[in-house]
Nanobody, 124 residues
Framework: QVQLVESGGGLVQAGGSLRLSCAAS????????MGWFRQAPGKEREFVAA????????DYADFVKGRFTISRDKAKNTVYLQMNSLKPEDTAVYYC?????????????????WGQGTQVTVSS
């Protein structure tokens, strides 16, 4: 079973930037999708962004469009989430996840493997 490990979280002021990384423990060949989700205290886990195996298809939640960019480096088995223009409401634990199908999905239940999460805190 592949393991996912997130890193790059931290404390940043509003308007700042962070880049999250998600490293997979083993290379997986074939179609799969990598996604980023987040969960704030007292709230449900919500979709942030997803990227296909090839990297040619991406999907974003409306509230991050134009601010966040998802990308992947297949040679490094790593997916990134570049977060710019951060807002206090972006504060949450951010998780990466893997879906073993070729199409992206916004539903957490359709992702089979999850990382442990990394905390992002945006101060006002």
């Amino acid at each position: 079973q592949v393991q996912l490990v997130e890193s790059g979280g931290g404390l940043v002021q509003a308007g700042g930037s962070l880049r999250l990384s998600c490293a997979a423990s083993a290379r997986t060949f074939g179609n799969h999708v990598m996604g980023w989700f987040r969960q704030a205290p007292g709230k449900e886990r919500e979709f942030v962004a997803a990227i296909s195996w090839s990297g040619s298809n991406t999907d974003y939640a409306d509230f991050v469009k134009g601010r966040f960019t998802i990308s992947r480096d297949k040679a490094k088995n790593t997916v990134y989430l570049q977060m710019n223009s951060l807002k206090p409401e972006d504060t949450a634990v951010y998780y990466c996840a893997r879906r073993y199908y070729s199409d992206t999905s916004l539903q957490p239940g359709e992702y089979a493997v999850w990382g442990q999460g990394t905390q992002v805190t945006v101060s006002s």
